[in-house]
């Protein structure tokens, strides 16, 4: 009698392991040493000179980062590579939404982090700091972005590592006066902030969200990094002590060349259904026809590529038609639930600004359209 049981039981399970769907779980990757890459549209880094790190790529602009306190000097960063073809003036309002959790143990930085060519700058904007505010000299003047207060400084490092190589250099720091851990970062209002006290930049080589560790320990979980580019300045950089100069830049984007990133739930929502959503991915889901994610994009060339990030919510597929100006440019295919990106290759639209619309004509009610981000980048 009990076998009879035991036996009834175990098909039961199995009957049970039948009907349960598959569920498919992607690892994350995770570097230890040096490397560079791309994962979802941003760009990543890790840098060091020696010790154990670790920096494990969790999608988008999300990443977890450790460091030993046997560490020289380590960087890891998420963000654009911009390559040095443009001022950052050419790309608009460049603005950073974050939230880390922070747990640095001695000398550390979060902050916004890159470098510029002709001249060659390295710069900061810190948010928070472990046990030592840096740069640790007299500060050249105060602005406020964003609601918060910074103290600028200019540095200059001699013969050291850069993205050209051991030379010397000048660093541009916005270092925040109270620490704090998530929020938005107008980076563009620096770089003008910085050139009204006649901290010029070059033409941009990148633009990062980067966690900084010198001869210390600590990890971080980087849990919401979303980097944009185009759009009016919300805030005014302006700087309240310091000598001033006229070397400020004027706004609006140009995409004449570089690559310009857009995250879905940062665009204008319509229609009836359209709502913002966490999975699979931080983005918008289309539920019905005339649903829309839309923005406006200066443009300063007349043809580019288009990459959208998205997926059904099933196995159907799903539709999502690309307007530019009001004109339907072609439409992004998504053949199931795994998250993908297509490109329209070769849009020919209108200068200046034009609205940027991303649609759902085609939807008969069997699917939801889900999209994640919009890369726009030279044919």
């Known amino acids: 009698m009990q076998r009879k049981k035991l036996m009834g039981f175990v098909a039961l399970m199995l009957c049970m392991a039948l009907l349960m769907p598959t569920v498919t779980v992607n690892a994350a990757t995770t570097i230890y040493n040096e490397q560079t890459g791309t994962e979802d549209g941003y760009d990543y880094a890790l840098w060091k000179d020696y010790g154990d790190t670790s920096m494990t790529l969790t999608g988008g602009g999300t990443f977890e980062c450790w460091w030993d306190n046997g560490i020289g000097n380590a960087l890891f960063r998420k963000g654009k590579t911009l390559g040095c073809t443009q001022s950052y003036a050419s790309y608009g309002n460049i603005k950073l939404d974050y939230g880390v959790n922070y747990q640095p143990n001695g000398n550390s930085y979060l902050c916004v982090y890159g470098w510029s060519r002709n001249p060659l700058v390295e710069y900061y904007i ?25 103290d600028v400084y200019e540095t200059t490092r001699v013969n050291q590592p850069s993205i050209d190589g051991n030379t010397t250099f000048k ?25 009204n006290l006649g901290m010029k930049l070059g033409n941009l080589y990148e633009v990062t969200l980067c966690i900084e560790g010198y001869q210390s320990g600590g990890w971080a979980n980087v849990y919401k990094n979303n980097l944009t580019f185009g759009g009016s300045s919300s805030s005014s950089g302006s700087s309240s002590s310091g000598s001033s100069s006229s070397g400020s830049s004027s706004s609006g984007s140009s995409s004449s060349s570089g690559s310009y990133v857009t995250q879905c739930e940062n665009m204008t929502l319509g229609g009836s259904y359209a709502g913002k959503i966490s999975s699979p991915f931080s983005g918008v889901a289309l539920y019905a026809n005339n649903d ?3 923005y406006t ?10 990459t959208l990030r998205g997926c059904s919510n099933n196995d159907k597929m799903a539709q999502v038609d690309l307007y530019i100006g009001g004109t339907k440019k072609g439409t992004f295919y998504y053949g199931g639930s795994y998250p993908a990106s297509y490109t329209i290759k070769n849009v020919s639209h209108g200068m200046g600004n034009q609205e940027v619309k991303l649609v759902c004509t085609s939807d008969n009610g069997t699917w939801d359209a889900n999209i994640d981000y919009l890369e726009i980048t030279n044919p």
């Not at 994009?297 to 288009?306: D, I, K, L, P, S």
């Open 126 to 150: 810190v948010d928070s700091w472990g046990t030592w505010r840096p740069p640790g000299s007299s500060a050249k003047g105060q602005i406020t972005v964003d609601g918060g207060t910074y």
């Open 171 to 195: 660093q541009y720091w916005s270092v925040r006066t109270s620490k704090r851990t998530s929020g938005t970062i107008t980076v563009s209002d620096h770089f003008k902030a910085w050139a």
């Open 292 to 294: 829309s994610a839309s």
């Open 297 to 306: 994009q200066y443009f300063g060339y007349g043809t580019h590529n288009f």
